[in-house]
């Protein structure tokens, strides 16, 4: 246990926390869960707060803002410790704290690039568009990364001038309910920022189909997206940015550098455990190579260092909790049927730490349709094909229902940006894999991956509204 003495776990509604309080048994705790009246509650508190907010200049909401970002940054320690506690992230990999804080003073400052355009091309009219916040906007996020999607979402809706009901995930509600309790220490006007805990029913699915909830950010699994969306369209057709999953290929050739694209791949699939989005659970090797890279690529997954999140040592973490790990083994029985193991699939780590570990797990040669190469897994375990050509391996890569993340691992530019054109992905890596984003770059997926793209400079117009006024001028 760290040293997180009292634990928030109250929903903050309209500036204030609930009235429930924390129970705890040993590294048990009881949360609120919102009811469908909490939920109301929350968005009413936004809608309430919004005339006041939106009137405010960017730089005066932007003060809140910085006073925020600097409590977060401030917060590393608490941060850190509670999501070890709720998913298992080890704190040697956390960051999401400063990540979180730097969204929050991009976007401190970027509210002034809300802008229209004009046009006197209409002759006898003077014609411009307004960029208007559309009110109250829903954020629901997941638990795998839970601080970096609170700034990703909540930083640019509120510079855009709308306030925020966010709903954090059952699975790890701790960081968030935390931060709301840094949203009181910045002084945010009550209603501004309302932060809830809840499963997807009862909270989540009443934010979809709320009517007073304009737009709504989503980042989770692809199930929920179309829920979600299913519910916006039967309701207000609130506007909704959908950021869901993946099963991410990488391409190697075989004259990349290859202890660059062994690292880089390997670090990719097992980074928080694999439960990571935009993970490259599906790698193909050029065949001349493939026995030198599979190799290579067991010696770095077996160096993991497996344990306690909570100790600094420790790289490896458990699975989010039994059911995260229960979906997992269901596919390391499945793969075991379809494909040939060649690392892990058991739950027996290094060091032998008890918990809902993982071990890294490779499949080699799987068959294409196997439902292991089609499905997302979001564990430590990959998929290592082989293939002769170009066009076959663009085949294989391009042959899923996903469309986040794909990489191409070459030292010809031809071929890379041959690979860049043709990978059907929101993103391609050339020499480099996920997690390597860049934030001024738009972020999101093609095909079932999501629609809507995130990032800075982008996702402030996922929150503004477009109006146009027609202005006619007397001759
Ligand atoms: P999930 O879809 O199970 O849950 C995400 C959130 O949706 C949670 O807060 C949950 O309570 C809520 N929810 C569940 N049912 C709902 C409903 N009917 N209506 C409204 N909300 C509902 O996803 P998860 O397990 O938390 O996260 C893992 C998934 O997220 C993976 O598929 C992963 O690929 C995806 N993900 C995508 C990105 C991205 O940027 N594209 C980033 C991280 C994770």
């Known amino acids: 246990m760290g040293s997180i003495q009292k634990i928030e776990t109250r929903l903050f509604i309209n ?5 429930l309080f924390t129970s705890s048994q040993g ?15 929350a968005v009413a508190a936004a809608k309430a707060a919004f005339p ?6 960017p730089d005066q909401r932007g003060v809140y803002m910085k006073k925020l970002a600097a409590l977060l940054h401030a ?31 991009h976007y401190a400052e970027a509210g002034y690039e809300a802008q229209g355009v004009s046009s006197l091309n209409t002759p006898g009219f003077v014609n411009m568009t307004f960029k208007q916040p559309y009110g109250v906007v829903a954020a629901i996020i997941p638990w795998n990364l839970p601080l970096v999607f ?22 790890a509600p701790l960081s968030s309910a935390y931060a709301a309790t840094l949203v009181e220490k910045a002084g945010f006007p ?16 009443i934010l979809s189909s709320h009517m007073d909830v304009r737009a709504l950010s989503f980042t989770g699994s692809c199930r929920t997206g179309r829920l979600i969306q299913a519910a ?24 990349c550098d290859l202890e660059t694209a062994v690292t880089d791949t390997q670090n990719s699939i097992e980074w928080n455990s694999g439960q990571v989005c935009m993970a490259n659970s599906r790698i193909y090797v050029e065949e001349s190579i493939a026995d030198k890279f599979v190799e290579r690529f067991k010696a770095k997954a077996a160096s993991i260092s497996a344990g306690d999140p909570l100790d600094p040592a420790t790289t490896h973490g458990p699975q989010a909790d039994a059911a995260q790990w229960d979906t997992v083994q269901k596919y390391l029985e499945m793969g075991k049927t379809s494909g040939n ?60 229902e996903f469309g986040l993340y794909a990489a191409v691992y070459t030292t010809d530019i031809n071929r890379a940006m041959r690979f860049a054109k043709a990978l059907e992905a929101g993103t391609v890596g050339v020499n480099c894999t996920s997690p390597t984003l860049a934030k001024d770059m738009p972020f999101g997926g093609y095909k079932s991956s999501g629609s809507g793209r995130e990032g800075l400079g982008h996702s402030l117009n996922n929150f503004l509204e477009t109006k146009t006024v027609l202005i006619k001028i007397n001759q």
């Not at 298992?88 to 704290?97: C, H, I, L």
């Not at 009550?190 to 699915?205: D, F, R």
């Not at 058991?346 to 918990?355: C, E, F, P, S, Y």
Request: charged share 20%.
């Open 52 to 57: 006041s907010w939106s009137a405010l200049g």
């Open 15 to 19: 500036g204030k926390v609930g009235v």
């Open 341 to 400: 193991l060649a690392m892990g699939g058991t739950t027996n780590v290094a060091g032998g730490a008890k918990g809902y570990f993982i071990e890294p797990s490779i499949f080699l040669r799987t068959p294409e349709d196997a439902v292991i190469m089609k499905e997302e897994i979001f564990g430590p375990v990959v998929n290592i094909n082989t293939f002769k050509t170009e066009e076959e391996v663009i085949a294989k890569a391009n042959d899923s």
């Open 75 to 105: 917060s590393y320690k608490e941060l850190s410790e509670l999501e070890a506690m709720s998913m298992g992230r080890p704190v040697s990999t956390y960051f999401d704290n400063h990540a979180c804080a730097s969204t929050f003073e």
């Open 232 to 255: 916006a369209a039967k309701s207000n057709l609130k506007n909704v940015i959908l950021e869901l999953g993946g099963k991410s290929p990488a391409v190697v050739f075989s004259d």
């Open 27 to 41: 590294t048990h705790h009881t949360l609120h869960e919102a009811s469908e009246e909490d939920t109301d509650a």
């Open 150 to 171: 609170f700034g990703n979402k909540v930083a640019p809706a509120l510079a855009a001038g709308n306030t925020v009901v966010l709903k954090s995930s059952e699975k």
């Open 190 to 205: 009550p209603g501004v920022i309302n932060v809830i805990s809840g499963h997807g029913q009862t909270s989540g699915a």
